[in-house]
């Protein structure tokens, strides 16, 4: 269980976030819908402890994996390599998880550099996904993927993450994958 | 911008041609080799030096002296630097000292290490003086210029320290490192060269050049001048052609990470 209680943040005397409390019980499912540039990506970075909140406190402590809203993959390495880094899961798990997300066998062992913004982001949700966690923080973990692989990248994290906490964060209302819904 | 630079690193055979005979003209202008022996002089003497056992023990000593001080400083910096990125403490205790390392003299800092060190020994200490600020600022450079958002990654992965070194600080070092070893290299073989004229331990290359200084024997000055560029181009050249093997290798690692 992840609380986050009266949570506030500012940037240059904005406030970002304001006041936001909320309790993230284990195993349930959570989306966070809002416009661009509402404060979706404060709170995650505030939730996972990248960022320090200006008043409030996250109360719990878990094991947390993330999607983030860039890739942040080690380019010279390829896709098992990324995957393996972060979570020491076995070179086959790894495998069969990207085949599943739709990337070619031969594709697993060229550099990332070489995939497509689609590519990239199906090896990070694989890095994420198969990382050892309590608590996922998918932050637009769909972007850059087309409707057919979509529908396919959405079935696979529905089903992998039954038991756990996830937070799902998107602008796209047919992203929300029947979690329950948060607002800030 | 790219271009300048690699023009202005662009060596032409033409040019060291017409240097030489700018160098040979003037010697023959001059005509007088206790001023300024000619390239041709230059070159026999260094042929007749070569068929010397001396010329060899003299290399030996130097170029093992200044490669261990060069070495030593390397090891330093790796463990500074690295410790210095975690700790900022340290990186606020030690720029003072970096600092003060680069402005002082190595005419002073060998004059005060002759009171410190057998002047046997003194070019390894110079080396490793002169050369640790640089490759401690090179390589700090290239820790500060990690992207911030790959290690919120490994955090968020708790991915070891010592994994993220490998994988995610390596590769944003090395290039770092490259500039870093070839500019203390150089740094190096000049102020161990300098330590050794100052210090005059026996049997260095530095001893030969001050022999030379004292009776004007210009031409060895040339040739022993010409030995130190040759060999500190050398382990330059080898040094950054092993970063490079290193840089292929890690890549090349990367891309079969795999199977490790």
């Known amino acids: ?184 | 911008m790219k271009r300048s630079t690699s023009s202005a690193k662009a060596f032409s055979p033409w040019a060291a041609v017409f240097w030489l005979l700018v160098w040979q003209a003037a010697a023959l202008w001059v005509n007088e080799p206790i001023f300024l022996v000619s390239p041709l002089a230059a070159i026999q003497r260094l042929f007749q030096l070569l068929g010397v056992p001396t010329f060899w023990q003299s290399v030996w000593f130097t170029l093992g002296r200044i490669l261990l001080g060069f070495g030593l400083s390397l090891l330093l910096a790796l463990v500074f630097s690295v410790a210095a990125y975690r700790f900022r403490w340290l990186r606020e205790l030690l720029s003072p000292l970096t600092a003060t390392i680069k402005a002082i003299p190595v005419a002073s800092f060998v004059i005060l290490a002759l009171l410190w060190v057998s002047s046997k020994n003194l070019s390894v200490l110079i080396s490793l003086l002169i050369g640790f600020p640089v490759l401690y600022g090179n390589l700090l450079s290239g820790l500060d210029s990690t992207d911030p958002k790959l290690i919120e990654m490994a955090k968020v992965f708790r991915i070891p320290f010592c994994r993220q070194l490998q994988a995610i600080y390596l590769y944003q070092v090395l290039p770092f490192l490259r500039s870093g070893l070839s500019i203390a290299m150089g740094l190096c073989w000049k102020s161990g060269i300098a330590a050794e004229v100052i210090g005059i331990p026996t049997g260095s290359i530095g001893e030969k050049l001050y022999t030379a200084k004292v009776y004007l024997e210009t031409a060895d000055l040339f040739c022993w001048t010409l030995c130190i560029v040759l060999l500190s181009v050398g382990c330059e050249k080898l040094l950054s052609l092993l970063v490079d093997i290193l840089i292929k290798e890690a890549a090349a690692r990367a891309g079969s990470r795999s199977s490790v």
């Open chain 1, 1 to 184: 269980m992840l609380e986050a209680v009266h949570l506030s943040k500012s940037f240059d005397g904005k406030p970002i976030i304001v006041d936001f409390s909320q309790r993230l019980e284990t195993g349930v499912h959570y989306c966070l819908m809002g416009p661009s540039g509402c404060g979706k990506t404060t709170l995650l970075r505030l939730l996972m402890g990248l960022l320090q909140p200006d008043a409030g406190e996250v109360r719990g402590s878990s094991k947390m994996s993330a999607v983030f809203q860039e890739n942040r993959l080690l380019e010279p390495f390829n896709a098992i390599a990324n995957v393996e880094l972060a979570t020491g899961a076995s070179r086959g798990e790894i495998e069969r998880l990207l085949m599943e997300l739709g990337l070619e066998k031969e594709s697993l062992f060229q550099p990332v550099s070489a995939f497509s913004g689609g590519m990239k982001r199906r090896v990070a949700l694989a890095r994420a996904l198969l990382a050892e966690y309590d608590a996922l923080f998918l932050d637009e973990p769909f972007k850059g993927l087309d409707d057919e692989t979509k529908a396919r990248v959405m079935r696979i994290v529905s089903e992998r993450t039954k038991g756990k906490t996830v937070l799902l964060v998107t602008h796209d209302e047919t992203e929300t994958l029947g979690f329950q819904p948060i607002s800030l």
